[in-house]
């Protein structure tokens, strides 16, 4: 009896070692990939950070030329302009990209989620609202998206 209650003490001792280098591992893995993704930056306003991965150069590219980048930066458009807000969509998009882009399930050209496509209605709207307001005529009753006729003007690409 004393040899299985003394097997049974060390039991949890050894599942405590497992878990503490199975949780090292994966703390490890995880700060490689941060520092090798430069996940860093995307905490960032730079549009750099944007063009980290390669799927979007082009858009960096075309966003460089457009009308939109002497004003504005992807976070400007593509992430709400309140803090709570735009943490909890940057850290969706940092998952959903992450994932997306590790296990290459994704379009090309890369498209924009409709969740994402309200983000950037919602950010025209707040920007051109002086515009918008002024608006008379088909637009003005129409409750269309910018981006159906606007499409290309933050960053114009092939389609």
């Given at each position: 009896m004393g040899r299985t209650s003394?097997?049974?003490?060390?039991a949890p001792f050894w599942w405590g070692v497992g878990l503490a280098a199975l949780l090292g591992a994966l703390a490890g893995l995880s700060a490689f990939t941060l520092h090798y993704a430069r996940g860093a930056s995307y905490l960032s306003n730079s549009p750099?950070?944007?063009?980290?991965?390669?799927?979007?150069?082009?858009?960096?590219?075309?966003?460089?030329?457009?009308?939109?980048?002497?004003v504005?930066?992807?976070?400007?458009?593509h992430s709400p302009h309140t803090i709570p807000e735009k943490?909890?969509?940057?850290?969706?998009?940092?998952?959903?990209?992450?994932?997306?882009?590790?296990?290459?399930?994704f379009d090309e050209p890369i498209r924009i989620t409709s969740f994402n496509a309200r983000v950037v209605q919602a950010n025209c709207e707040d920007c051109?609202?002086?515009?918008?307001s002024q608006m008379t005529g088909r637009h003005a009753d129409e409750a269309l998206p910018c981006a159906s006729c606007h499409a290309g003007v933050g960053h114009p690409t092939r389609d």
């Open positions: 003394s097997a049974r003490r060390r750099e950070a944007c063009a980290n991965c390669h799927v979007m150069r082009e858009q960096y590219e075309a966003w460089q030329r457009s009308s939109h980048g002497r504005a930066v992807c976070n400007d458009c943490l909890f969509v940057k850290g969706i998009n940092g998952l959903r990209h992450s994932v997306a882009f590790t296990l290459g399930n051109h609202r002086t515009m918008i």
